[in-house]
């Protein structure tokens, strides 16, 4: 017997996790203190009342002879697939057929999962920084990494070079931890950098819901030529306050081909016998979440946590410290001040303001000298925090 020594390449722990055990720590030395948490990108919305109505009585018939519900489609039901479509269809403009679309647990697992399609032997390409699931699941499966510099130079947004040669590339738009988001002319030039190469795009669209701006893309299906190169992963974790529901999806085109196979085969099998589906009442409620009623609820929430972002942005551009995102995004890509380093700044924050957020070095190399805020929490800590932040480094 032997171990996967691929593991060993790998952070003994995974970034959000080591951050709890820190703070975790701080807490048993400073029991009382008030922390306000801005780190891990988790909601504090309640779930709408169509979500909690639809489940409510889905779980009220899974107790009835008639209704109850067994195994259901490893895809997911149909009634979500073709809700997802039509969601597609009403806020991009972009036509995706339901028996293209995979409900799953959320992005993450589906994002790790994919990589059973594709040989070892692709070469990977990912932003730096990047969300480390890209990365550490590649890591775990032995693959070439190559990371492609976000700076303030390129916007935070990485394009293709002519020497580039990657087999897989994420994209994660609106970004994650950056807040930066590729417009349809950048995106396109993505694109056809993967189908000139026969390249796969896995696209992170988990924040989509976030973009305000017309010039940004919802989908990378809204650019032409993606339906033949790329796979693109969603959650209701963002949109619809699913973090703890769990509720995604992921899109594979019928045209995406790649050595004369459908990739939307492959990933139906893969998915027909490794997982076994979403429950059926949160079905319901990721139903009923893109449903005109529900959709107009989730809507109000993602409008709660962008004004938190826009009082964020005010309090950092009084300050004076540079940042990037929270316009598309619930994320702040903030420099820390003084040319800290990334842990160095979180933990002064901790300590002094007792404010969490998120070590951009944690992200990659490029990370350094950064730290990324959330803008999931509610108004009133949102405003505290800031306040808090204010008062120590407004004089400094
Ligand atoms: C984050 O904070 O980066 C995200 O919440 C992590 C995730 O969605 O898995």
Not at 26 to 35: C, H, I, N, R, T
Not at 38 to 49: A, E
Not at 64 to 71: A, D, I, L, N, S
Not at 359 to 373: L, T
Request: net charge negative.
């Amino acid at each position: 017997m032997h171990i996967n020594t691929n593991y060993q390449n790998i952070e003994e722990t995974y970034l959000f996790s080591e951050i709890a055990e820190r703070v975790r720590k701080y807490m048993e030395k400073d029991k009382g203190a008030a922390l306000i948490k801005m780190g891990i990108g988790d909601v504090t919305r309640p779930l709408c009342h169509s979500a909690v109505e639809a489940m409510v009585k889905a779980a009220e018939e899974m107790g009835t002879p008639e209704g109850f519900h067994g195994y259901g489609p490893e895809q997911g039901y149909d009634f979500l697939r073709e809700e997802i479509a039509d969601y597609y269809q009403r806020t991009s403009g972009v036509k995706v057929f339901s028996g293209e679309v995979f409900v799953s647990d959320g992005a993450k697992s589906d994002l790790g999962n994919i990589l059973d399609i594709f040989s070892v032997d692709n070469v990977v390409a990912v932003t730096d920084p990047v969300y480390p699931v890209y990365v550490d699941t590649n890591v775990m499966a032995g693959r070439k990494i190559i990371k492609l510099a976000a700076t303030a130079e390129n916007d935070f947004l990485p394009m293709p070079t002519p020497d580039l040669q990657a087999d897989i590339i994420y994209l994660c738009s609106p970004n994650n931890p950056t807040g930066a988001a590729y417009d349809g002319a950048r995106l396109k030039k993505w694109v056809d950098y993967a189908n000139a190469h026969g390249s796969v795009i896995l696209y992170d669209a988990a924040y989509e819901s976030f973009i305000s701006d017309p010039d940004i893309p919802r989908s990378i299906y809204a650019v032409d030529g993606a339906r033949s190169c790329a796979i693109e992963f969603c959650s209701l974790s963002k949109t619809a306050g699913f973090t703890g529901t769990r509720c995604g999806y992921t899109v594979v085109p019928e045209s995406l081909i790649r050595d004369g196979v459908q990739l939307r085969k492959m990933w139906l099998r893969r998915q027909t016998t490794k997982f076994n589906g979403v429950a059926y009442p949160v079905q319901r409620a990721a139903a009923a979440c893109l449903k005109e009623k529900g959709l107009a609820e989730i809507t109000e929430n993602i409008a709660y946590y962008k004004e938190n972002a826009r009082i964020m942005a005010e309090t950092f551009t009084e300050l004076g410290w540079p940042f990037t995102g929270g316009k598309n995004s619930p994320y702040l890509w903030v420099k820390c001040p003084n040319g800290m380093r990334s842990w160095a700044f979180f933990d002064d924050l901790l300590v002094r303001a007792n404010v969490i957020c998120t070590p951009g070095s944690g992200f990659g190399e490029c990370g350094e000298g950064y730290v990324r805020f959330t803008s999931f929490n509610t108004r009133d800590n949102t405003i505290e925090a800031m306040k808090r932040i204010k008062d120590i480094f407004g004089q400094s």
